[in-house]
Structure formats: C-alpha cells, structure tokens
C-alpha cells in the first residue's frame, strides 16, 4: 500500500495553477481543507483537519489501484482510526512547527496542509512501531484502549 506523499506535497488547491513539476504523474488530491485549517482554534485542531483527507486519499487508492473488497477497506478504515490519530500527535506536529520556524512567519493555510501532509507520514509510521511493539510485547492496552490487535473481530 504505497501512497505517494508527493502527490499531496506538490499540490495547488483548485483553480491555482499546475500540480507541480518534476513528471509527477500522481493525481492530486480533491482538495486540502483549508477552510477548515483556517478555522481551526488549535494547532492540533489545524493538523487534524488534514487527517480524514489523506484516510480517504489512502482508502480511494486502495479500492480504485488494488481493488480491494469493501470488507477490506472498512477494516483498513476502522484500523487507521484506532490506531493514527490518538495520542498527543507531537512528532507530527512538530513538522509543521519546524516549517514554520524555518520560513520565520506563521504558515498560511495552503502551507500548513503541505506541511502536516508530511507530519502525518509519521504519525502513520508511529502508528505502524506501535502496534508492532504491542505484538511483539504481547501488551494488553494502549493509551488505555485494547491494543488493536486484541480487539474481538
């Protein structure tokens, strides 16, 4: 399940422009949520607008390039929920904070998307340490939920 992040990274929202260069031959995706960035009260609030777009991102390459039955793609779903954006978000959010100490000014919406495209690439890898070190340990809680893979399926 390989979803390139330069499709998101490279990316003008509708109506502005080009989608990058450099032959990128990935689509991009619908849209950013940059009302919804916009509106956002938090930091964390901004980073998690960015969320269900790139879950859907993921769920539509998976049925449209793999095929995958709509069993698969609820459990894929419900896994990804569980298991992704829970906890404190810090290293993915930290992304977006160097971004905007980098460039040495608040980040406009547009910006804040690109750059927590790229944070939650590591929440997604996080997620995946995680769950393997609760295999691995046989750990019985997580954040005090069941481990995913204890749930009852």
Same mark, same amino acid.
């Given at each position: 399940?390989?979803?390139?992040?330069?499709?998101?990274?490279?990316?003008?929202?509708?109506?502005?422009?080009?989608?990058?260069?450099?032959?990128?031959?990935?689509?991009?995706?619908? %849209?950013?949520?940059?009302?919804?960035?916009?509106?956002?009260?938090?930091?964390?609030?901004?980073?998690?607008?960015?969320?269900?777009?790139?879950?859907?991102?993921?769920?539509?390459?998976?049925?449209?390039?793999?095929?995958?039955?709509? +069993?698969?793609?609820?459990?894929?779903?419900?896994?990804?929920?569980?298991?992704?954006?829970?906890?404190?978000?810090?290293?993915?959010?930290?992304?977006?904070?160097?971004?905007?100490?980098?460039?040495?000014?608040?980040?406009?919406?547009? +910006?804040?998307?690109?750059?927590?495209?790229?944070?939650?690439?590591?929440?997604?890898? %996080?997620?995946?340490?995680?769950?393997?070190?609760?295999?691995?340990?046989?750990?019985?809680?997580?954040?005090? %939920?069941?481990?995913?893979?204890?749930?009852?399926?």
């Amino acid at each position: 399940m390989a979803v390139s992040i330069s499709q998101f990274i490279g990316v003008e929202p509708a109506g502005h422009g080009d989608y990058g260069e450099g032959g990128d031959d990935h689509k991009p995706p619908k %849209q950013y949520p940059l009302e919804d960035i916009k509106a956002a009260t938090t930091e964390k609030d901004a980073f998690m607008a960015v969320y269900p777009m790139l879950r859907e991102e993921i769920l539509d390459h998976m049925q449209n390039e793999n095929e995958m039955p709509k +069993e698969a793609l609820a459990w894929c779903q419900e896994m990804m929920d569980y298991t992704v954006p829970g906890g404190k978000l810090n290293r993915g959010m930290t992304v977006v904070a160097v971004h905007q100490t980098l460039l040495g000014r608040d980040l406009n919406a547009l +910006e804040t998307a690109k750059a927590s495209v790229l944070g939650w690439a590591i929440e997604f890898l %996080q997620a995946f340490f995680l769950v393997a070190d609760d295999v691995m340990d046989d750990s019985q809680t997580r954040r005090g %939920q069941p481990c995913w893979y204890k749930l009852p399926k």
